[in-house]
């Protein structure tokens, strides 16, 4: 494939370059030679845009967790939410959320809420296997995070877990965040992860 950029002028995608390529047929025969089938290369370029939540992400790969809260005191039921997954808006009263840096909670309070092993994943599954997918807790939000545990420590329910931040080479998706049991050392975080700057 030859090279492509994106770049954002005046608001919008500017995009350059070739995005979608076909590749020649490539025939698929049997044991006997004897044609059974073609496979088809496609390869596609996909643009993502994180719009509201590109904080989230960004703050992720500089060791940093942003959650929002609902700071509209005529919000009956959501006034002064705290909410991790980040969301844009208050669910309850839809006016915008206040972004905050829930690094030091996460770091005092996160905990396991609930978790599940997971031996066998979907092909594009980029996450060693077993994955140990987690919900985790904090005090005082009011939503509960899916992420995972990397680490030697096998889940348990209330165990207490860090953040850790991919800052290396990040990808700018959610797998930049995973949980380490809290008693991790720093010289045992894998490969490109560090804790909270």
Known sequence: MSGYTVKVVEGKYKLS???????????ILDEQGKLC?????????????????????????KGRLL???CDNKDCKDGYQSIFI???????????????????????KTAHVYSFMVCERSGAFNTL???????????????????SYLLGKAEPKIGMKVR????TKDPTYTITDLAFVSAETAEKDLPKGFTFSK
């Open 17 to 27: 370059g070739e995005f979608h390529t076909a590749e020649p047929n490539q025939p």
């Open 37 to 61: 089938g073609i496979c088809n290369p496609r390869r596609v370029v996909h643009h993502h845009s994180l719009g509201g939540e590109a904080p989230f992400f960004q703050a992720v790969t």
């Open 67 to 69: 959650a929002t809260r």
């Open 85 to 107: 997954p980040y969301r844009i808006c208050c669910p309850d009263c839809l006016e915008r959320n206040t972004e905050i840096d829930i690094t030091d909670l996460a770091n």
């Open 128 to 146: 060693e296997k077993p994955i140990r997918f987690i919900n985790v807790e904090f005090d005082g939000v009011v939503t509960i995070l899916m």
């Open 163 to 166: 953040p850790i931040f991919r």
